[in-house]
């Protein structure tokens, strides 16, 4: 008699988790590793499955908050960037390994106490970006970078030194965008890869396995509406995209939403900048939590970023909740760019024709 096995069946045949995907990378890569890390990973993707949760019924619930401000437990309606804040703090609470946090929500990090000896990994995350957008249907996202412990160093110490590492000791960064489906994709520093959420059983499946940006894109995405404040570099830097400088002219993609911003970057190739402007001279995007993340993912699938004239994932931290110009691309716009801002440092053997002369 045949037995039917599970790669048989029709149900959902060799479907791989983003949990069973983290245990497989583990026993490849780090062979001695206790399943401290997926266990920590599994906290993050309740969390950001619970804010999807959210999400999704995001103008539902402010026709109910409106009708009082109460929901039928008898509870006060949440803002979603709290609600997604306070399920990031309690699902990596409940997770021992897990020494501090910060958060774009919180001032301070935060330590859990009772850890010393335990928590050994420090996580940073903007739990709900581009929530301005959220009331009008655009995609929204939750960030985050997983960094360890400073060797010696106890959860108690200094919580926000702990913090304030450069992005070149991150172990893993990920997001999630809550877009027409929810995608989560993550690195630990062996390639990029994509989990598509599937409502019908509530896990993240791997859909999108090692991701790789294109070399060359046809978008740049930058907010137009400060051109006139850019620094000249920037503006002549993106007059050679829009002008065919590169072989082709580029078109605009900009929604708001750096995690949707960038994950259309990462599929589709291009730039997403956001330079020094006269409102924020040090950037708009937070070093920690969102710059850092997507930089290395970005460069973990081919790319680059870049704060202008230095290493987005070199930058020394010197504030949890720092800015930086983030610039990021596929290799090709990454290396017009550095002939625009640093010439002397451009690679010679790429220069794009109109600026080589
Ligand atoms: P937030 O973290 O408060 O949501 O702000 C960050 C957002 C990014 O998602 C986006 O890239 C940027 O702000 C858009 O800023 P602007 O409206 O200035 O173009
Ligand atoms: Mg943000």
Redesign the pocket.
């Known amino acids: 008699m045949k037995t039917t096995t599970l790669a048989d069946s029709k149900a959902d045949p060799m479907i791989v988790t983003v949990q069973q995907h983290i245990l497989r990378e583990q026993r490849e890569h780090s062979p001695h590793a206790t399943g401290s890390f997926s266990w920590l990973l599994s906290g993050i993707t309740l969390a950001t499955k619970m804010t999807e949760a959210r999400v999704r019924r995001a103008g539902l619930l402010d026709v109910i908050g409106s009708a009082g401000g109460i929901n039928v437990q008898g509870e006060v309606q949440q803002k979603l960037?709290v609600y997604a804040d306070q399920a990031l703090v309690h699902c990596l609470g409940v997770r021992e390994n897990v020494a501090i946090i910060a958060s774009?929500e919180s001032e301070e990090a935060i330590t859990f106490d009772g850890r010393d000896g335990k928590g050994k990994y420090v996580v940073v995350f903007?739990p709900?970006?581009?929530?301005?957008?959220i009331d009008v249907n655009v995609s929204?996202?939750t960030i985050f970078s997983i960094l360890e412990l400073p060797e010696g160093m106890k959860c108690t110490d200094d919580p926000t030194r702990a913090c304030l590492q450069a992005g070149v000791r991150q172990l893993a960064a990920g997001y999630v965008v809550y877009g027409s489906s929810t995608i989560m994709v993550y690195t630990t520093g062996h390639g990029v890869h994509g989990f598509t959420l599937d409502p019908s059983f509530g896990a993240y499946v791997l859909s999108h396995e090692n991701i790789r940006m294109p070399e060359q894109g046809c978008y740049y995405s930058?907010?137009d509406?400060?051109w006139d404040t850019f620094p000249d570099v920037y503006r002549d830097y993106l007059s050679h995209l829009r002008n065919g400088g590169m072989g082709r002219r580029y078109a605009l993609r900009?929604?708001?939403?750096?995690?949707?911003?960038f994950h259309r970057t990462l599929l589709r190739g291009g730039v997403?900048l956001?330079p020094p402007?006269d409102?924020?001279p040090d950037g708009?995007?937070?070093l920690l939590y969102?710059a850092n993340p997507v930089a290395f993912i970005a460069e973990q699938a081919g790319g680059f970023a870049t704060a202008g004239t230095q290493r987005v994932m070199e930058i020394q931290p010197t504030e949890i909740h720092q800015r930086t110009p983030l610039i990021v691309g596929g290799k090709s716009e990454m290396e017009a760019f550095q002939h625009f801002v640093q010439p002397s440092k451009a690679p010679a053997s790429e220069l794009p024709a109109s600026i080589a002369g």
């Open positions: 960037d774009e903007d709900l970006d581009g929530s301005s957008n929204v996202g930058s907010n509406a400060y900009y929604i708001g939403s750096l995690v949707a911003d997403f956001y402007t409102k924020n708009k995007l937070r969102e």
